[in-house]
């Protein structure tokens, strides 16, 4: 069993920075592929963010690349989320999710966490 919690959500301005965690718990972290993603009221989750097992290679949606940045300490089984520079348009509940395998899509990953809310006023 995994376990996943993710942490750092809130309300902040457009502009401003936040930084979600995601702890992981459970089996071996470190070889675990983990990704954000993201969902709004009506819509299905959405890609964020993913980093590989060893951390050697990370993916963006093309609505965040330059804004977010995703990164893990195996060592103390945590992957983060730096958002920078965050618009409105960034308002959802953000989500992490792991799963052996790789992938982009939410059918992909086995295991989630609870989700966090971030909210960017205007």
């Known amino acids: 069993q995994v376990r996943l919690a993710e942490s750092g959500g809130g309300l902040v301005q457009a502009g401003d920075s936040l930084r979600l965690s995601c702890a992981v718990s459970?089996?071996?972290?470190?070889?675990?592929?983990v990704a954000w993603f993201r969902r709004t009221p009506g819509k299905e989750r959405e890609f964020v963010a993913g980093?590989?097992?060893?951390?050697?290679?990370?993916y963006y949606a093309d609505s965040v690349k330059g804004r977010f940045t995703i990164s893990r300490d195996n060592a103390r089984n945590t992957v983060s989320l730096q958002m920078n520079s965050l618009e409105p348009e960034d308002t959802a509940v953000y989500y992490c999710?792991?799963?052996?395998?790789?992938?982009?899509?939410?059918?992909?990953?086995?295991?989630w966490g609870q989700g966090t809310q971030v909210t960017v006023s205007s």
């Open positions: 999710a792991a799963d052996e395998r790789w992938g982009t899509t939410p059918n992909e990953y086995d295991y």
């Open positions: 459970g089996r071996t972290f470190s070889k675990y592929c």
């Open positions: 980093i590989t097992w060893t951390g050697g290679a990370t």
